[in-house]
């Protein structure tokens, strides 16, 4: 083999092992450190995700509540006028509150 040729192949023997291979051993660690940064941050995001799913859920069951309330509202709306009329025509006084005297006792009483 020519002595130039062999001292061409330890030399450049010698920058892969003591330059090249670091390298790339220092940007592999880098590759990683970013790999488990990335996965660590796209947990907390699933969590925060998680999260706001499980405090919005309930809108729905509010929507429905709001929906069911104006319905128990308008029934109860219903009932204070057929109260009224029937006190109207029983005679007794009406009060700022739409109960008759009478209703006002029988309500405290119970």
């Not at 390298?23 to 592999?28: G, I, P, Q």
């Not at 128990?72 to 029937?86: K, N, Y």
Request: glycine share 6%; net charge neutral; charged share 15%.
């Amino acid at each position: 083999m020519n002595p130039w040729i062999a001292a061409i192949w330890w030399i450049m023997l010698v920058a892969v092992v003591f330059v090249i291979v670091p390298m790339v051993v220092a940007l592999l660690i880098r590759a990683v450190t970013a790999a488990r940064n990335i996965e660590r941050y796209t947990a907390e995001a699933l969590a925060g995700g998680v999260g706001i799913a499980q405090n919005t859920a309930n809108v729905v069951a509010l929507q429905q509540t709001i929906a069911v309330a104006t319905q128990v509202l308008a029934g109860a709306e219903s009932i204070e006028r057929s109260t009224a009329a029937i006190g109207t025509a029983l005679g007794a006084p009406e009060r700022e509150n739409g109960r008759t005297d009478r209703e006002e006792a029988v309500w405290k009483a119970s």
